[in-house]
């Protein structure tokens, strides 16, 4: 038997002036998104911003429906679009917030699972690592790897 230890490391942030002007750009761009979510059933409005390799920056929101499992998180929609539009264009950087009870988050919400499983097909996809900004009212967490977020994943590699 040989034990193996998997290692999630988070980098935590007080303030968004601790970051350079391409990241505070890319963090703004999510919170500004908020507006645009369609979120009438949960009332929680999620931004998220994609960072291409070219500079591009891409966002996304949640788009709810009354048939509840037809919707979508603001992460895949914001990378699937990216994706959709420069198919070519590695993805550099997501960065992830929620608006709610007329205020930013307090504390910085993580991507399910589905969304994990997206972002990490993404960076094998383009062979370079996505950083994850989780983006709340005061505080970011960076995760620097998705893929650290969701260790023993499937992937391509399990179909050949
Ligand atoms: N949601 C996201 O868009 N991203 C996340 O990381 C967590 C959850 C959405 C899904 C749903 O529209 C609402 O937030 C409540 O779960």
Redesign the pocket.
């Given at each position: 038997m040989k034990k193996v230890d998997i290692i999630t490391t988070t980098y935590e942030y007080d303030s968004i002036e601790e970051f350079n002007e391409v990241e505070k750009r890319l963090i703004n761009k999510s919170k500004e998104a908020v507006k645009n979510a369609y979120?009438p059933y949960?009332k929680?409005n999620?931004g998220a911003a994609v960072l291409l390799a070219n500079g591009e920056i891409i966002s996304g929101t949640?788009q709810?429906n009354a048939a509840y499992p037809s919707?979508l998180?603001?992460?895949r929609v914001a990378i699937f679009y990216a994706n959709s539009k420069f198919p070519e264009i590695p993805v550099k950087a997501i960065a992830?917030t929620?608006f709610t009870n007329n205020k930013f988050i307090e504390t910085p919400?993580?991507?399910?699972g589905s969304?994990r499983q997206v972002i990490v097909e993404t960076q094998t996809r383009f062979k370079t690592p996505i950083k994850i900004y989780l983006v709340s009212k005061n505080k970011i967490t960076v995760i620097e790897d998705a893929k650290t977020l969701l260790p023993i994943n499937f992937d391509e590699h399990f179909l050949t």
């Open positions: 979120a949960s929680f999620v949640n709810e919707g998180c603001a992460e992830v929620a919400i993580p991507p399910c969304c």
